[in-house]
């Protein structure tokens, strides 16, 4: 069973924007920051911008939290650092955990100096801990009671307290901040007034154990799906109380593994829906590069026969090039719409942008590695008009692959066939009779008259 994804009225959210609101219509003031997350996705970054004025200061680090990485960094990027500290300071402690993930550490470290000294102790516990560890995300900004309080003096604090529980549950904790159990708002409220609360705290259950610190976040997630609890406590290997981990934490997680499982392909992941066509195109440089070097040994492989095959050696040899890199780019875009199709970040509202952001993007690494390869082929065959019709198959295959690397799996969406399993037989197909066509046409036409 697969993660629900948050409805949302894209289109209707465009047209607000493109209509110039200056607040945010009854229709969408439902909306959880987990939707909020999910629209700032689907939106380009001038959309983006537009929204966030509009939507509420209050929850504003929470949608930050809820959205993806790249995403979450892209736009970070785009607001002012006196911005992103307004934010951190109304933030949870778990809150400032991710955003300050994704920001660089000079500049995380220059935003963490200004937060409250008891807020920079507990960053700097949560920033100890590695990124797939569950202590570095442990929530503390909760409401704990040490044993030793009676139960009336923790009935006046709760009432003033401005954190409330989880699930009407206290943790209670000893002078050492060691977890000893926890007890219901009830339990406190029909107690002897006089009792010390570690007395009436219930010890772990059997399906209440605390999560390990060290534990991965992951199989945190899985602990607390199978413990049937709102929330567990998470402490050290001596006991020691760290912070809370939370169903709707667990979610966030299953979510996040669920959509890195559906988009593996082409490592574009997690990348950015709306990423700045230079940083996309810097990112998927070098898997282009290591692509073009396995599909050179191919050709030097082929090139052993050159003495038999004679004057279409060349053309034998620079053929799986052609087809390769073609592939390779095809898939990266196919593996981007495809998660946008599975999160509802992708639909005819926002198509034709993605579309031109990733025509864009091919086209520039295509001139790049045309450039290259032509450069490349001139010097091993010494035949520079066999280069040009190389780059120029090159480029054209490249924006093939983008353009029905969307088109293959929007129509295999709505005709109701699964795109992930069709669309890279599909695309593969595309590619490799674009890229033959042109590079074999194109050689017929120079060489044969």
């Known amino acids: 069973m697969t993660p629900a994804i948050p409805s949302v009225d894209l289109p209707a959210i465009v ?99 200004k937060l409250a000294p008891n807020v920079q102790s507990k960053l700097e516990t949560a920033m100890s801990y590695d990124d797939e560890i569950v202590g570095r995300y442990a929530n503390s900004d909760v409401y704990t009671i040490n044993e030793n309080v009676s139960v009336k003096a923790a009935l006046d604090e709760i009432g003033q307290s401005e954190l409330n529980s989880y699930s009407g549950s206290y943790f209670v904790l000893t002078d050492e901040q ?6 219901t708002i009830n339990e406190l409220l029909t107690a002897d007034k006089n009792a010390k609360v570690g007395a009436i705290s219930l010890q772990d259950t059997s399906n209440d154990h605390p999560i390990l610190d060290s534990l991965s976040i992951l199989d945190a997630s899985n602990q607390i799906k199978n413990s049937q609890q709102l929330v567990l406590p998470v402490v050290t290997a001596t006991n020691q109380f760290i912070g809370v981990f939370s ?3 667990a979610l966030n997680i299953f979510q996040y593994h669920y959509e890195a499982q559906v988009a593996h392909l082409g490592n574009v992941s997690d990348e950015d829906l709306f990423a700045p066509i230079f940083t996309s195109s810097r990112r998927r440089a070098l898997w282009l590069g290591i692509n073009l070097i396995t599909a050179f040994i191919a050709s030097a492989v082929i090139g052993i026969f050159d003495k038999v ?21 095809g898939s990266q875009t196919l593996t981007l719409t495809i998660r946008g199709l599975a999160t509802g970040q992708l639909s005819d509202v926002n198509y034709q942008s993605l579309k031109s952001k990733e025509l864009a993007v091919a086209a520039l690494n ?47 969406d709505k005709k109701g066939i699964d795109p992930a399993l069709a669309g890279s037989v ?24």
């Open 15 to 113: 047209e607000m924007l493109d209509a110039g609101k200056k607040s945010i219509p009854e229709q969408f003031q439902s909306y959880t920051p987990m939707q909020w997350a999910n629209v700032l996705e689907s939106l380009t970054q001038e959309q983006r911008l537009k929204l966030w004025v509009l939507i509420d200061s209050n929850i504003e680090s929470t949608v930050l939290a809820c959205m993806r990485e790249d995403a979450r960094h892209q736009f970070l990027e785009s607001l002012s650092t006196q911005s992103v500290e307004q934010i951190l300071h109304t933030a949870t402690n778990s809150e400032v955990v991710e955003i300050l993930n994704v920001l660089p550490s000079r500049t995380a470290n220059k935003l963490i100096t």
């Open 178 to 183: 060691n977890y000893i159990g926890k007890v």
């Open 247 to 249: 169903i709707k934490d």
């Open 309 to 329: 095959l004679v004057e279409v050696v060349a053309l034998a040899v620079l053929m799986p090039i052609v087809a390769s890199m073609g592939g390779i780019a």
């Open 366 to 412: 295509g001139v790049l590695w045309a450039a290259i390869v032509a450069t490349v082929t001139g010097y091993w065959f010494d035949n520079y008009l066999l280069s040009m019709i190389l780059a120029i198959a090159l480029i054209v295959n490249m924006l093939a692959a983008a353009f029905f690397g969307i088109l293959i799996p929007v129509i295999l």
């Open 426 to 449: 599909l695309l593969t197909t595309v590619t490799d009779v674009v890229g033959f066509f042109v590079f074999l046409g194109g050689a017929t036409v120079i060489f044969l008259n």
